[in-house]
């Protein structure tokens, strides 16, 4: 994949983008889609919205890649006949998982080559609202907030100044900088389900630093994360509210 000199200047040049919303906020939390379209559109891009479908991660965690490839071909087919200029997702999870597509086809150099041109295109949304030049968040949001690293973001993408960066412009928040902020939050995917003793442990260590700090929102980057805790949080009726960053930076502007 290319490096970060040139992504960054994909990102600024992006006319047209397609926003892959990814199966959890479809199918749970179509919010944090809305808030990312109306992001996209602030700072300058016409967003398409394509066929919402798996990017194949649960059946690579699991072990299982020949079934991902037909959800790849899917997803990189519709980005081509799109003819957008970049992919952008409100996930560091599914980012991380296209960016890993030409793997999955290391023995067919034709659709190798076509996953490459995708996962060089491909962004999360904080890196792209940045890297395409966003230094105030246009939504305003009277609250403490302290921030949630996914796994996949922070460590296969990078993804950790920018969030912080552009939660600090949001008009009204506090932000509150977490210890333990980059601990797993126990959901993992897969993980939660084959071992939900000790994804619910992982959690609720996460927590204890949650609560402690009195934060009344708690931010991330990926929805599954954001479900799994807030779970957690009701079941030990902690009064902290979770939300998406895209939330946090366009709150007030729709709905």
């Not at 397609?18 to 808030?35: E, K």
């Not at 506090?174 to 619910?200: H, I, M, N, Q």
């Not at 959690?203 to 700090?213: C, P, S, T």
């Not at 980057?221 to 895209?246: F, K, P, Q």
Request: hydrophobic letters at 45%; one cysteine or more; a neutral charge.
């Amino acid at each position: 994949m290319k490096g970060g000199a040139d992504r960054t200047a994909t990102a600024a040049r992006a006319k047209r983008v397609a926003l892959f919303v990814t199966c959890v906020v479809d199918q749970c939390w179509p919010g944090i889609g809305i808030a990312a379209a109306t992001l996209l559109e602030h700072v300058g891009c016409e967003v398409e919205v394509g066929e919402t479908t798996c990017c194949g991660q649960p059946f690579c965690n699991s072990g299982y890649p020949a079934f991902a490839r037909p959800l790849a071909k899917a997803l990189i087919g519709c980005c081509e006949r799109m003819g957008v200029d970049a992919l952008v997702l409100p996930s560091g999870s599914c980012a991380a998982q296209i960016t890993h597509y030409p793997q999955l086809f290391a023995h067919d150099p034709a659709w190798r080559q076509r996953a490459e041109h995708l996962a060089e295109r491909t962004f999360e949304l904080s890196q792209f609202l940045v890297w395409r030049g966003m230094t105030k968040a246009p939504g305003r949001l009277q609250a403490r907030v302290g921030w949630h690293d996914g796994c996949h973001g922070l460590r296969e993408l990078g993804v950790g100044q920018e969030p912080r960066q552009l939660l600090r412009t949001v008009a009204g928040v506090e932000f509150v900088e977490l210890r333990a902020a980059d601990a797993c939050c126990g959901f993992g995917g897969t993980f939660a389900v084959k071992l939900p003793e000790l994804s619910v442990a992982i959690a609720d260590h996460k927590l204890a630093q949650v609560e402690a700090a009195r934060i009344e929102v708690l931010a991330s980057g990926d929805a599954s994360c954001l479900l799994h805790l807030r779970g957690r949080l009701e079941h030990r009726a902690v009064s902290v509210r979770t939300m998406h960053l895209a939330e946090v930076l366009a709150h007030g502007l729709y709905g």
